[in-house]
């Protein structure tokens, strides 16, 4: 049976999206206390796929899964999952907003309910969890204490928490990029549902002088090869020079993509495939209930 990470514990927004990859799937799913933890899993060999969060439509990237896949694993993007994401504020026991003091979640989920937490419970202290799941389960374990967590509907029915206000996120449409990453490629992924096809290429240019990143970004365009993302890491070598992430909707053997890579690299770039996979998008029905 297939072993599969995902940042835990039980009821993550992580475990969600890792049971949509393998709905009809006999796989066993084991939670690790971090992303970083989960990713050396399958670099490891301890387990054949790790689940981890990308990208975020109101925060973001998830920066710890870039620079770790950039920096620390050599594994490939197998397949890509955007789930809709709906954030509750839960408890252990009814409380009323005021009476919270402190407010526990994963960053990410923090930073999609700014707006709430600024209109409604601007004294709370905020602090950051592992998971939202794991900030689900530790105010459910005292639940008198003058705390309450953000987090999913999965983790209220999971831990047995009381809903105090459901939908906090501060734009109705949050999204999370999920991604499904392992050794090698997978072709058998690629399925008639998916959306797209895309490529995630790492770029690093060979050197910084006028029009360095526009002679990157022409060879794609002429081409026409439609760019989903483009983002900056830092290489963490020294201050100004970064890696370019770019997603591009084309598969990896598309002639085109390959003379695009090939100019890239003519210009004296370090070109990295970070895989050629499908996307999936997945609605998720009655977040708010158990
Ligand atoms: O804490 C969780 O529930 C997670 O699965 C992590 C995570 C993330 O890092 O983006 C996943 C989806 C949401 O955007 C919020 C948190």
Same mark, same amino acid.
């Given at each position: 049976m297939k072993r599969v990470a995902y940042l835990g514990p039980q009821g993550t927004f992580t475990q969600e999206a890792a049971r949509?990859?393998?709905? %009809?799937?006999?796989?066993?799913?084991?939670?690790?206390?971090?992303?970083?933890?989960?990713?050396?899993?399958?670099?490891?060999?301890?387990?054949?796929?790790?689940?981890?969060?990308?990208?975020?439509?109101?925060?973001?990237?998830?920066?710890?899964?870039?620079?770790? /896949?950039?920096?620390?694993?050599?594994?490939?993007?197998?397949?890509?999952?955007? /789930?809709?994401?709906?954030?509750?504020? /839960?408890?252990?026991?009814?409380k009323e907003l005021q009476e919270v003091r402190t407010i526990l979640s994963?960053?990410?989920?923090?930073?999609?309910?700014?707006?709430?937490?600024?209109?409604?419970?601007?004294?709370? %202290?905020?602090?950051f969890t592992p998971s939202t799941a794991e900030a689900v389960k530790r105010v459910t374990s005292d639940p008198d204490k003058p705390w309450a967590a953000i987090g999913p509907s999965f983790a209220r029915s999971i831990y047995r928490a009381e809903l105090l206000r459901s939908d906090i996120q501060d734009h109705e449409s949050n999204r999370t990029r999920f991604v499904l990453v392992g050794a090698t490629d997978l072709p058998q992924l690629h399925s008639p549902n998916a959306i797209a096809v895309k490529t995630t290429l790492v770029i690093e240019l060979a050197s910084d002088y006028p029009g360095a990143l526009y002679q990157? /970004?022409?060879?794609?365009?002429?081409?026409?090869?439609?760019?989903?993302?483009?983002?900056?890491?830092?290489?963490?070598?020294?201050?100004?020079?970064?890696?370019?992430?770019?997603?591009?909707?084309?598969k990896i053997d598309d002639v085109l993509l390959s003379g695009a890579i090939a100019e890239v690299e003519a210009l004296g770039c370090d070109v990295q495939c970070f895989g050629s996979y499908p996307a999936y998008v997945h609605q998720v029905v009655n977040t708010t209930t158990d």
């Open positions: 949509r990859f393998f709905a %009809e799937q006999d796989v066993q799913m084991i939670p690790f206390t971090s992303i970083p933890n989960a990713l050396n899993a399958v670099e490891d060999k301890e387990v054949d796929h790790a689940v981890v969060p990308l990208e975020n439509s109101i925060e973001g990237s998830v920066t710890m899964t870039m620079d770790w /896949l950039i920096h620390h694993v050599s594994l490939k993007l197998q397949a890509e999952l955007t /789930l809709p994401i709906a954030q509750q504020l /839960l408890a252990g026991s009814h994963h960053p990410q989920a923090i930073s999609q309910c700014r707006t709430f937490l600024h209109e409604h419970m601007p004294h709370a %202290e905020i602090e990157v /970004l022409a060879a794609f365009a002429w081409r026409s090869i439609n760019m989903t993302k483009i983002e900056s890491r830092p290489t963490k070598k020294r201050l100004g020079s970064y890696h370019f992430i770019l997603d591009v909707e084309r």
